[in-house]
């Protein structure tokens, strides 16, 4: 048999449902778990943060839009897409120095997290809204709203500790700009392949990899960005970002050493949630 | 050129069609090189103000309002009102019907009242109405006309049609600047461009403009490019200036500065000037305005802090 010449994928960035290289046209070596050359990783820039910001504030109109049943639909499509390439996703987060059974069990619980998040689209309005008795001849609603497009910063558990910051921002009905793990962004961009292929709307989820240093102050500061989830940033960079982000007064969710394996209950679907109320008069 | 010695249609074609032809290939690509600049931080602050005191700001809708052209006009005489030292832009533009309110709302502020006239955006009208209409726009007050040339004679080859159009336009417009829009998109090809170009120049026009904004492509780069050198090229041969005003399409700081090079690089400093150069654009001064905040602020604006218009 001839010798095949290695056919070597170019990881890129996820922006408004293309795949596009840093406008900075910078990379950055990715290394595996002992340290040899895996890839070359899209080196993102301020202005593909900017550009990214731009492509989730014009999703998030139709996003938002969507039933909640449509959504949760689409959501469980992700979690559908992400079992069918279950393989690679073993082979990719083993690179990252993972155990073949502890990869494994990453993926599938990165899969389940879908579901999970999935299944919470059309129920968070009856937990986190409510019928409110007032003193006067008035319906009265508070229904959870989403707050608009999300920063997150996301945390260096590679695969679920993305998918569990990253989900709720979208099942609730946000627009997501993250910025991957900065020494293991590969499984992230084989993750926004997957989107891609989900019928999530081109913008919802927008994906840079990069130093997480030069990144996360524009995405903090940006004035577009309605709340940031700092899930992983070291304690150290936190106060910087968080002053940053005032602003504009956007919401913060600081980071909490989450375990990401655990139960991961309503808190990050009610994070990035604002309550509308709504009067209606009786009998019309 | 005066009425009595107008050229006959023979000897416009025979000057027309022995103008160069032009180099489409060369032209795009140098279009396309000269759009690769890269204009960053006090050069680029510069190029924001510039950018902002060409703009013709526009609104040509069926929808229009005298209420919205109101609020046009205050944008154009403030654009950001958080910071007094934004340029206010070149020209308000309107339908003729609008002249009268943006007149009455830009007194005293020094800008500029444009009214597209000759029954915009086809030019399909008798010529007394053609004519109408520019006085009309023209006894409204409004500084300057944008009147389209009639395409279809253009195209079936009958120059002298053109040109008297253009000529009888200049009169009707008196004193008012007439810009003369050959809406390059259904020109089809560069060589009809740069004869359109010359036609106007020759019968009189103080402007040509790429545009209407209702047909795609609007302006473009390299069209531009062909306008600019034709401009460039009639000045060196009869010593007198025009203007071009690239319209619609243009929608980011990029795109703007990318025009700036352009105009810099082949017609000359001379004409980074909104006496000469104006580009026609209503969502384009947002952008700048963005991009002006990100300057001076040092933190990425968005939409919410501006006007919708």
Not at chain 2, 29 to 42: D, G, H, M
Not at chain 2, 79 to 100: H, K, L, N
Not at chain 2, 167 to 185: N, S, Y
Request: glycine share 10%; hydrophobic share 45%.
């Amino acid at each position: 048999m001839s010798e095949r010449l290695t056919v070597r994928k170019t990881y890129k960035l996820f922006i408004g449902g293309a795949f596009p290289r840093s406008e900075s046209g910078r990379s950055y070596v990715v290394n595996d778990g002992r340290g040899a050359f895996l890839a070359n990783a899209s080196q993102a820039s301020r202005k593909d943060v900017r550009d990214a910001v731009g492509a989730a504030r014009k999703a998030f109109g139709g996003w938002s839009g969507r039933t909640a049943h449509n959504r949760g639909q689409i959501l469980y499509r992700i979690a559908e897409m992400l079992e069918g390439r279950r393989a690679q996703f073993v082979d990719e987060l083993r690179a990252t120095g993972l155990g073949k059974s502890a990869a494994s069990d990453e993926v599938d619980a990165a899969v389940d997290r879908w579901v999970w998040y999935a299944g919470w689209t059309d129920k968070i309005a009856a937990v986190a809204g409510s019928a409110n008795p007032v003193s006067g001849p008035f319906f009265n609603f508070s229904t959870p709203e989403p707050v608009g497009v999300v920063g997150v910063v996301a945390p260096d558990a590679p695969l679920l500790g993305l998918v569990s910051v990253l989900a709720p921002v979208v099942a609730t009905g946000g627009t997501a700009v993250v910025v991957a793990s900065e020494p293991a962004p590969l499984p992230a961009i084989t993750l926004a392949e997957v989107l891609a292929t989900s019928d999530l709307p081109g913008g919802v989820v927008n994906l840079l990899t990069g130093r997480r240093d030069e990144l996360a102050p524009w995405l903090a500061s940006h004035m577009d960005v309605d709340a940031i989830d700092l899930a992983g940033v070291p304690a150290d960079g936190v106060a910087a970002l968080e002053e940053a982000a005032a602003g504009n007064l956007k919401r913060v969710l600081r980071p909490a050493g989450d375990d990401w394996s655990g139960e991961p209950g309503t808190a990050r679907l009610t994070a990035f949630l604002e309550t509308k109320t709504v009067w209606h008069p009786v009998g019309v | 050129m005066s009425t009595e010695t107008l050229p006959s249609g023979p000897q416009l074609r025979a000057f027309l069609h022995g103008l160069p032809g032009v180099d489409q290939v060369g032209v795009d690509e140098r279009a396309a090189r000269l759009a690769t600049r890269s204009i960053k931080t006090t050069a680029k602050a510069q190029a924001i103000d510039l950018a902002i005191t060409m703009v013709d700001l526009t609104t040509l809708e069926g929808a229009d309002t005298p209420g919205k052209v109101r609020a046009l006009c205050a944008k154009g005489a403030r654009p950001d009102p958080g910071d007094a030292s934004v340029p206010r832009v070149a020209a308000i533009c309107v339908y003729p019907d609008m002249v009268e309110t943006a007149v009455a709302a830009l007194r005293g502020t020094g800008i500029g009242v444009a009214s597209v006239a000759t029954a915009f955006p086809s030019g399909r009208a008798p010529m007394e109405a053609k004519l109408a209409d520019t006085r009309a726009a023209v006894a409204a007050g409004a500084s300057e006309i944008d009147m389209v040339i009639d395409r279809g004679a253009f195209l079936a080859g009958d120059y002298r049609k053109v040109h008297e159009e253009i000529v009888a336009t200049k009169e009707a417009c008196g004193d008012a600047h007439l810009k003369v829009i050959f809406e390059t998109g259904e020109l089809v090809t560069y060589d009809n461009v740069r004869r359109a170009s010359w036609l106007a120049m020759e019968a009189g026009a103080d402007f040509i403009k790429t545009s209407t904004g209702k047909v795609a492509p609007a302006a473009t780069l390299p069209v531009t490019l062909v306008m600019l050198e034709a401009v460039r090229d009639y000045r060196a041969a009869t010593g007198r200036q025009v203007g071009v005003k690239p319209a619609g399409g243009i929608r980011t700081t990029k795109d703007a500065i990318k025009y700036l090079v352009l105009v810099n690089e082949t017609a000359g400093p001379d004409w980074l000037d909104p006496q000469w150069f104006r580009l026609g654009a209503s969502s384009l001064l947002n952008d700048l305005l963005m991009q002006r905040r990100k300057l001076t602020t040092g933190v990425y604006s968005g939409p919410d802090y501006f006007t919708l218009d």
